[in-house]
């Protein structure tokens, strides 16, 4: 609802790049058209475009053609639109609803520039997180992807299946197994790159982080011959905020990638064990200011453009205090299904590669990104949706304040 009133918000914080502090938010605003930029008519219209070219299965390109959004390329397409980038097929139909509605929520207060008013936060990616609108719009752009993928066909027993492979058991092993410990942890942030000073500048800061532990998963192959197993693993809540067991079709769409591997199966018992700190989704190694103003270690694979990924220390949510129940869901699946040619062992930036890929390379993987948990479910239980090559294992994620 593009007329809703909104709640404020005010970060109390100031631009790096301009000097000027990010504007406040009053509460009971809506947004209003930007007359330099975008209108709210124009958001409304391009939310219905993309909804009917959801619905009806196919886009139109800016000669007025008809391009199926299919299972294989549909969501990349969709998201070119959403996102309108270089790869948008038509970019005068579809527009740019994610990026200006954030530019439209940053310019609320100050719509038409008569008062020269700074921006909020919601302008720049470094500090859009920090408004808690943030969330509720980016469920909105999630939303229309899952109405993307409720149109395509549910999984079947065969697209999930990797015949001949069953895993045993799945343990996470740390100081209390299957109990993973979260904490608040202290670290320094240098700041003598923003701030005019001689010397180092240093703020001390908190943060959360978890004990290190590792996966424990028990695999047997029957096939007679060695696999290539490609394994998935994902945590996911057991219960919403009121304490009500989820449904699994509601449920998946709160499962999160912790990590996505290749493993070798020989015929027989398997065990295969992996530390958390090797997590597909984090990125291993941050250098500081100081090391890249030196160049100290800068190589083709240390560049700006590597440092996506997410924060090892952030790879498990807080839980609680008494403890928090999680399902750590884990999967095989046959990689010489799963591989993309050409993705070698000294692919560039590959740190992250669940989140970010590898540069000049394709996704290396096959699947969707999130699958199983990217389509809609059916299946009412646990055991009427799984498969002998999943594991879906009780853990709690305790919050201790300090380690």
Not at 21 to 26: G, K, L
Not at 162 to 182: C, E, L, M, R, Y
Not at 319 to 338: C, I, S
Request: charged share 25%; glycine share 8%.
């Amino acid at each position: 609802n593009f007329a809703e009133e909104l709640e404020g918000y005010s970060p109390h914080l100031t631009s790096l790049i301009s000097g000027l502090n990010y504007a406040n938010r009053p509460a009971g605003l809506s947004l209003r058209d930007l007359t330099d930029f975008v209108d709210v008519q124009d958001m409304a219209r391009w939310r219905e475009r993309l909804m009917q070219a959801i619905h009806i299965g196919f886009l139109i390109d800016d000669h007025g053609n008809e391009i199926p959004l299919s299972a294989e390329h549909g969501i990349d397409m969709l998201g070119s639109l959403l996102e309108a980038s270089f790869d948008s097929r038509n970019l005068e139909y579809y527009g740019n609803l994610h990026n200006s509605g954030h530019v439209m929520m940053a310019r609320i207060h100050d719509p038409d520039g008569r008062y020269k008013e700074n921006p909020g936060v919601m302008s720049d990616t470094s500090t859009s997180l920090r408004d808690p609108i943030f969330y509720r719009y980016h469920r909105f752009i999630d939303n229309l992807f899952q109405e993307y993928k409720a149109t395509l066909p549910i999984y079947e027993k065969k697209d999930l299946d990797f015949p001949g492979v069953n895993i045993v058991n799945v343990t996470v092993n740390a100081k209390v197994p299957n109990v993973v410990n979260t904490f608040m942890k202290d670290s320094l942030l240098e700041l003598s790159h923003g701030i005019s000073m001689k010397g180092q500048v240093k703020v001390k800061y908190e943060h959360l982080s978890h004990d290190p532990f590792t996966y424990s998963i028990s695999v047997e192959n029957t096939t007679g011959g060695a696999k290539q197993a490609t394994v998935r693993i994902f945590l996911g809540p057991i219960h919403d905020e009121l304490g009500n067991r989820f449904q699994l079709n509601e449920q998946r769409r709160f499962f999160i990638e912790l990590d996505k591997f290749r493993s070798e199966l020989q015929p027989g018992k398997n065990t295969i064990t992996r530390k958390s700190s090797e997590s597909s989704v984090t990125v291993s190694r941050t250098p500081s200011f100081s090391q890249l103003q030196a160049g100290e270690g800068v190589s083709e694979d240390l560049t700006e453009y590597c440092s996506c990924g997410w924060p090892e220390h952030m790879l498990v949510p807080r839980g609680t205090h008494k403890g928090m129940d999680f399902y750590l869901f884990v999967m095989l699946t046959d990689y010489d299904q799963d591989g993309v040619n050409g993705l070698g062992g000294s692919a560039l930036c590959s740190d992250a590669v669940s989140y970010c890929g590898a540069k000049d390379q394709k996704y290396p993987d096959k699947k969707p990104m999130g699958f199983p948990f990217d389509r809609v479910i059916k299946a009412r239980t646990i055991a009427e949706f799984s498969t002998t090559n999943m594991s879906f294992t009780d853990v709690k994620v305790q919050f201790k304040e300090r380690a």
